[in-house]
């Protein structure tokens, strides 16, 4: 009986325990501060600025898919990749052997009947004048001499268009920006040979969300990074705003924006992706914070701010839930127009777990 009552003691003992320990465990923790971080606000300069949605592409004002206009077999091909080539320059040559025989075989036949229709036609004209043959003779003759000629032409017309299309050239001073054939490949026509773009007008093609387009305007200066010079910032301007904006139903409206350098710079090339950043102004003296601390509660705009002196990491707070006024955004930061004054430390991590107003913080 004794080990049955000590046995009970001793389970009440430890549930007792376990109770009191969850009980402290849940009293500690709800005092520990939330770990925040923190900004001083001070007054400066807040950049206003927009961006593109994505990546963006340089691009060449000037660029063109050079294809075969007929079936042939590619003999020569001069180029490569990155070559420089002029006006008029041989790209691609096709072979025109056997269809060069078929081509003079049917010129050198329309020509014998074309002179000899012109032989007959000189023949029926001087009996005509005779009077020994009807006129109907002569009309016939005549008709026979003009199919013969037409035949001719377009026999002689043909030959040259097969001997030009049998040499694609550069229409233009370029850079061979792709190579799509080789020698020795048998093309058809409306096969692509290669892409011929002009290094020296080139710009970047950016999509910038229909939200921000309204801000936008030709001449605009524009910040582009280019990403294989990480390091270095080139300055450009809009050049022209697309009128449409294009997206479906689901997709992210966007309008095109050409961006063009102000200088030219031997380094960049069609293709290379970058980004940009569209300055629409400049505001001095401002009070702004990160835009991620900007809280938006039952359509009012909202900020957390530690109070306290000079909060350094390790320092104690408490967490105030304070309503502002916002103004101009750059995405990054936004102005605060009031509802705070310099010298507050805003809360940058609103989404700390625990973080509440009149919560206990500490400084990261």
């Known amino acids: ?207 910038i969300d229909e939200v921000e387009v309204g801000r936008l305007k030709v001449g605009q200066p524009v910040e582009i990074t280019v990403d294989a010079f990480p390091e270095e910032k080139f300055e450009g301007s809009i050049r022209r705003i697309s009128p449409i904006v294009s997206g479906g139903k689901l997709e992210t409206r966007t309008a095109d924006v050409w961006v063009y350098f102000n200088k030219k710079d031997a380094r960049l090339k069609p293709g290379m992706s970058s980004d940009i950043e569209i300055l629409i102004t400049t505001l001095q003296n401002v009070l702004s914070v990160p835009s991620q601390a900007v809280l938006e509660r039952e359509g009012k705009k909202q900020v957390y701010v530690a109070t306290g002196s000079a909060l350094k990491p390790g320092a104690k707070a408490t967490a105030k839930l304070k309503p502002v006024e916002i103004g101009i955004t750059n995405w990054s930061y936004t102005e605060v127009t009031k509802g705070l004054s310099a010298g507050a430390f805003v809360i940058t991590t609103p989404e700390a777990t625990g973080l509440k107003d009149e919560a206990k913080v500490v400084v990261e």
Do not use: H
């Open 1 to 207: 009986m004794s080990k049955i009552v000590n046995l009970l003691k001793s389970k009440l003992f430890w549930t007792a325990a376990i109770v009191v320990a969850a009980v402290l465990l849940i009293a500690l923790s709800g005092k520990k501060p939330v770990s925040v971080k923190t900004i001083e606000l001070r007054p400066g300069e807040l950049r206003v600025i927009v961006n593109a949605t994505t990546t963006s592409t340089i691009k060449s004002e000037t660029e063109v898919t050079l294809s075969a206009q007929r079936t042939g077999r590619v003999i020569k091909l001069p180029i490569k990749e990155g070559d420089l080539v002029r006006s008029g320059a041989l790209v691609a040559q096709l072979d025109l052997a056997e269809e060069s025989v078929q081509t003079e075989n049917v010129l050198l036949q329309s020509k014998a009947t074309y002179d000899e229709a012109g032989k007959n036609l000189k023949r029926i004209e001087d009996l005509f004048n005779k009077g020994m043959v009807a006129q109907q003779d002569l009309d016939a003759s005549r008709r026979a001499y003009e199919i013969a000629q037409s035949q001719y032409q377009a026999a002689a017309a043909d030959a040259v268009v097969k001997r030009d299309y049998s040499a694609i050239r550069a229409p233009f001073d370029g850079v061979i920006a792709k190579k799509s054939a080789e020698v020795g490949e048998i093309v058809m026509p409306g096969k692509e040979i290669a892409t011929i773009v002009n290094p020296d007008k080139i710009y970047v093609l950016a999509t």
